[in-house]
């Protein structure tokens, strides 16, 4: 079975959140970058800033672990970045070589 990643993107005002789940990682949050989908929610947002991701060697993990984050609150959301990510730096350098790993 593929590996899996949850992430949240978000604007640079961080006033909205997405978060999403994908088996490659980097390529889905360049095309976020490049707007490559241009009527998405978060090209229309400007969601361009990776905050927040985690890796699941089964995509299924991912996929359970999505549901609960999108289950929680904003302020669940927010404490989760927070706890990795406290100064919500955009993180996109740190998954440059993550597909290696899988």
Same mark, same amino acid.
């Given at each position: 079975?593929?590996?899996g990643f949850i $992430? %949240?993107?978000t604007n640079?005002?961080?006033t909205t959140l997405y978060t999403g789940i994908i088996s490659n990682l980097l390529k889905r949050v360049q095309q976020h970058k490049e707007a490559y989908y241009s009527q998405s929610f978060t090209s229309r947002y400007k969601? $361009? %800033?990776l905050v927040y991701w985690e890796a699941f060697q089964e995509i299924g993990d991912a996929i359970a672990r999505e549901?609960?984050?999108k289950a929680g609150s904003r302020q669940k959301k927010l404490n989760l970045i927070n706890s990795i990510n406290p100064e919500w730096d955009d993180l996109t350098n740190t998954i440059q070589d993550?597909?290696?790993v899988f």
């Open positions: 079975m593929k590996a $992430y %949240i993107m640079k005002n961080h969601l $361009y %800033i549901k609960q984050i993550i597909m290696d």
